[in-house]
């Protein structure tokens, strides 16, 4: 069974930073995509970064780029997104999913983890 369970999630000033984490297991992690997607209230899932199986191609959303980024390491099977600079409008739960394309498409991507919720302070 496929696990996803993200970690890093809370309180932040804007302007802070913040690092989240996902560990994988029960899937071979390094020939996935992996995803962070942002779900603010009453909005749906965004896909804000993508990184390939071999970490050579990432990709973000306009409103990310330049102030996030996304790594991942094979080796310990995890995916991780650096936070930066962050502004109110990124207060929202966090999920990292797992897929085989490089999509900034939700529906392209097959397994979930639980979301880890960030809140940014003004």
């Known amino acids: 069974q496929v696990h996803l369970v993200e970690s890093g999630g809370g309180l932040v000033q804007a302007g802070g930073s913040l690092r989240l984490s996902c560990v994988a297991s029960?899937?071979?992690?390094?020939?996935?995509?992996m995803a962070w997607v942002q779900q603010a209230p009453a909005k749906g899932r965004e896909v804000i970064a993508y990184i390939s199986w071999s970490g050579s191609t990432t990709a973000y959303a306009d409103s990310v780029k330049g102030r996030f980024t996304i790594s991942r390491d094979n080796a310990k099977n995890t995916v991780y997104l650096q936070m930066s600079r962050l502004k109110p409008e990124a207060a929202a739960v966090y999920y990292c999913?797992?897929?085989?394309?490089?999509?900034?498409?939700?529906?392209?991507?097959?397994?979930w983890g639980q979301g880890t919720q960030v809140t940014v302070s003004s």
């Open positions: 029960g899937l071979t992690f390094r020939t996935y995509t």
């Open positions: 999913a797992a897929g085989r394309a490089l999509s900034h498409s939700p529906n392209d991507f097959n397994y």
